[in-house]
């Protein structure tokens, strides 16, 4: 069911990537929420070519940016405003890119070089699209950013390795660029700290699958899905949380709140 949540509003949806993309649930509700926007991933992400049947459905255009490179961002607002014919109100960044992870490298050997890579994309990239959204004043007054976090900046997963370091930077920047933002132009910025989700970047995470069951049996109303999620920035997206921002939302099932449930005290044999 829409709502019309969305209904005049303009935005930027970073990283749909294929169909279990979280962005790509997020590009179909703001389309059935009433956003007109502007689909943007890395060039080489493009060259899969799914997002052109999103693009289509949703009726927007695609403007190819590689969110690490500040040129390359100044073009995204510049298009986008011109497109969509005026400021922007909403941006969701949804990228992650770990290579220690895709090449299963333990925390405690970590490659200097990848850990860099991965810092810029998953989290600098943030700093740069806002530096450049403030620079250009492309973001409308009380409009809204989220970017897509992950629990482990808080507590440990040894699986997560390099990534968790790059959440907790990435949410510090969500803070600082907040107040900033905030203060000038009434723009908000959160952050939403989703469940595991089988999308491309999830499941490139060794033992995500066993993880996957481990939070769904913790969690009081298991793993949120990709559609959850994308429910979720609707509403941070919308005028109903206007009063909403530098906060780290948690968006998993009641998860990050448990410390242990039944099922998994079952599972393990621990029951009186
Ligand atoms: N899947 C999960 O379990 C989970 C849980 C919590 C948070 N998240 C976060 O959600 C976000 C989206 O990930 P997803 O799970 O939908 O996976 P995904 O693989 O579908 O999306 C990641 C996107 O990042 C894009 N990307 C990578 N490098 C880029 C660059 N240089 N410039 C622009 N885009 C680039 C990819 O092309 C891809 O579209 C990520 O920040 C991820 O860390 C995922």
């Not at 990537?17 to 979280?22: A, K, Q, R, T, V």
């Not at 969500?174 to 970047?201: D, E, L, W």
């Not at 509403?235 to 009063?243: H, K, N, V």
Request: hydrophobic fraction near 40%; glycine fraction near 8%; aromatic fraction near 10%.
């Amino acid at each position: 069911m829409a709502y019309n949540l969305l209904k005049g509003k303009r935005g930027i949806i970073t990283g749909a990537l294929d169909s279990n993309s979280i962005a790509w649930k997020v590009a179909e509700k703001a389309h059935e929420e009433g956003a007109q926007f502007v689909l943007t991933n890395a060039p080489i992400a493009m060259r899969m070519g799914e997002i052109n049947g999103l693009a289509e459905k949703t009726n927007s255009k695609i403007v190819p940016a590689d969110a690490t490179n500040v040129e390359e961002l100044t073009h995204l607002f510049t298009e986008s405003q011109q497109i969509l014919g005026g400021k922007i109100d909403f941006v969701l960044h949804s990228i992650g890119m770990s290579v220690n992870i895709r090449k299963k490298i333990p925390y405690t050997e970590l490659n200097y070089d990848y850990y860099q890579k991965g810092i810029d994309v998953s989290a600098l990239s943030l700093h740069k699209m806002l530096a450049v959204a403030m620079k250009l004043d492309a973001i409308n007054e009380w409009g809204s950013v989220v970017a897509l976090t992950y629990m482990a900046a808080q507590r440990t997963f040894p699986f997560y390795t390099d990534m968790a370091d790059i959440k907790a930077m990435l949410e510090s920047i969500s803070r600082s660029f907040g107040y900033h933002y905030g203060v000038t132009k009434k723009v908000r910025i959160n952050t939403v700290s989703q469940s595991p989700t089988k999308t491309t970047a999830g499941t490139g995470i060794k033992g995500f699958g066993d993880f996957f069951d481990y939070a769904q049996s913790i969690a009081p109303l298991g793993n949120a899905s990709a559609e959850d999620c994308a429910n979720y920035c609707i509403t941070l997206f919308s005028d109903l949380t206007r009063m909403v921002t530098m906060q780290n939302l948690f968006h998993d099932g009641g998860f990050s709140n448990t410390g242990v449930s039944d099922l998994v005290m079952n599972k393990i044999g621990i029951t009186e």
